[in-house]
């Protein structure tokens, strides 16, 4: 399996899982990759450029060490979001739009929308992000 980091014409970044480049090339040949924000077919690779601080002076940090580092980054963002915005649940859409209009007080929230309400948000110039679920396994390995 090889996890490809992934980018729409929207410039909505996310990632895939993919049996192999040859797996990867022949989905996105065919228009199955779909971005899971907008459900654009128009995506392509992202040029990967890691940038991780404070590791071991002089030594490239491995895989597995990237990896952990990148998901402590993604942990310390959800939970960031998790203590500082307002969960909001299914309704998310409804409430960002509220926000937005100043129908509702300005705040930071959170919650679940399907790749088109997302697209429906983006196109009235509401600014949506996703927030990295990868953080989750992370958090559950240092558990056991
Ligand atoms: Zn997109």
């Known amino acids: 399996m090889i996890r490809y980091a992934l980018i729409c014409e929207h410039s909505h970044e996310f990632e895939a899982w993919f049996a192999g480049s040859d797996d ?3 989905q996105a040949g065919r228009g199955l990759v779909e971005c899971p924000w907008c459900a654009s077919r128009q ?4 040029i990967m450029a890691p940038a991780v601080a404070g590791t071991k002076k002089g030594a ?5 060490e990237m990896q952990s580092v990148m998901m402590e ?4 963002l959800r939970r960031h979001v998790e203590e500082n ?5 299914d309704r998310f859409a409804d409430e960002a739009r509220a926000i937005h209009e100043g129908d509702a007080p300005d705040r930071g929230i959170y919650g679940r929308a399907s790749p088109e309400q997302v697209r429906e948000l983006a196109e009235d110039g509401i600014r949506v992000g ?3 679920a990868a953080a989750v396994p992370a958090a559950k390995e240092k558990l056991n």
């Not at 995506?43 to 992202?46: A, E, G, L």
């Not at 490239?60 to 597995?64: F, H, I, R």
């Not at 980054?73 to 310390?76: N, Q, V």
């Not at 915005?85 to 649940?89: A, H, L, N, W």
């Open 43 to 46: 995506v392509k690779k992202q």
């Open 24 to 26: 990867y090339d022949g």
């Open 130 to 132: 996703p927030l990295p």
């Open 73 to 76: 980054a993604m942990g310390k």
């Open 85 to 89: 915005f307002e969960s909001v649940g």
């Open 60 to 64: 490239d940090p491995g895989p597995a």
